[in-house]
């Protein structure tokens, strides 16, 4: 039968103290087969630097920055430039720096043309300058300028002087405007060509009317409620108007035949009515002054007010007592 062996479990991780310790240890024993690190190089005419093995990490590091590798093999080859030189003085370094480094690290003497290279780049290096800028305030009178930078309120505009008659600003054009003008000052804002800008004041418009609604052909189509309200309204007044009643004594109706009666009697024939329920013949001018008849069933007297079921339109209704013309009871056969 095959014996199946099975696969031995992987080695536990090691801990960041025994990796040390590992590669320490492979150091050491890798030490005796590599070649010595050095500590010099050799510089030549042609601005040029030869490392003839392998360097020390520090000598190393700082003579790539200082300058370029321009081919490696059993020595490197380096070689300077004004590109390369700059990179080293952007790195912080300064001239006198570079120039004592290449001395201590060079088996032989530093070229002419190198030190030249050296001095004419550190001469150069930082003439101008750049930055960023958001915005930035200019003035004739530097004394206005100073006044500004001055000011505890500017302190969040940002502000540094770049001339005695500019100053530059960490915020927006449109911040460092209105800022100024907070602190009192009225400054104008001005084109990348120096000219003033001129902004005109939002017109305020009338919003645009919207169309109306087309009106339909005709009068639109009844539905059902709107033609059994229109029934309703119709039996009523026949109700109102050709329902028999009494004319009391010394009534006098208006032309349009309404009862006219005094407001005492008014009175009394209401509260009779709401005490028995019978229905009443009443006229009523109401607040437009147009006339009309209706029959009415009083429930309640109070106020000047009478509350009274209205057969005319259907429902419970309230009538000012000094709205209604007069009133009369119905005649016997009006059930």
């Not at 109070?302 to 009274?308: D, S």
């Amino acid at each position: 039968m095959p014996v199946h062996h099975r696969p031995a479990p992987p080695p536990p991780p090691l801990s960041p103290a025994e990796q040390a310790a590992a590669a320490a240890d492979a150091a050491r024993l890798l030490a005796p087969l590599l070649p010595e690190p050095l500590d010099h190089v050799l510089l030549q005419a042609d601005l040029t630097a030869v490392a003839p093995g392998p360097l020390q990490r520090p000598l190393a590091d700082l003579l790539g920055v200082l300058a370029d590798v321009e081919s490696k093999g059993g020595a490197t080859v380096y070689r300077f430039t004004p590109g390369s030189v700059r990179r080293a003085l952007d790195a912080g370094r300064t001239a006198a720096d570079l120039h004592a480094f290449l001395a201590a690290h060079s088996r032989t003497p530093v070229p002419q043309p190198l030190t030249y290279l050296i001095d004419d780049v550190a001469r150069r290096h930082g003439q101008l300058r750049v930055g960023a800028a958001s915005a930035y305030v200019r003035c004739d009178d530097d004394t206005l300028l100073g006044e500004i930078l001055a000011d505890r309120r500017a302190a969040g505009l940002g502000l540094r002087r770049l001339a005695p008659t500019v100053l530059a600003a960490r915020t927006d054009p449109a911040g460092l405007l209105e800022g100024l003008r907070a602190m009192g000052f009225a400054p104008a804002a001005e084109s990348a060509e120096g000219d003033v800008l001129i902004t005109r004041a939002d017109a305020r418009r009338t919003p645009p009317r919207s169309a109306p609604e087309p009106v339909p052909d005709g009068p639109p189509v009844p539905d059902d409620t709107l033609l059994t309200a229109a029934i309703r309204a119709v039996r009523a007044g026949d109700l109102a108007s050709t329902v028999p009643h009494r004319t009391p004594a010394g009534d006098r109706a208006t032309g349009g035949g309404l009862p006219r009666t005094g407001a005492a009697e008014t009175l009394a024939t209401l509260q009779a009515a709401v005490l028995t329920g019978e229905a009443l013949w009443i006229g009523y001018v109401n607040a437009e002054g147009a006339a009309s008849q209706r029959v009415i069933a009083p429930v309640r007297v109070e106020g000047g007010f009478v509350t009274a079921y209205d057969h005319t339109a259907d429902e419970v209704r309230t009538y000012p007592l000094h709205r209604i013309t007069g009133v009369a009871e119905l005649a016997d056969d009006a059930d």
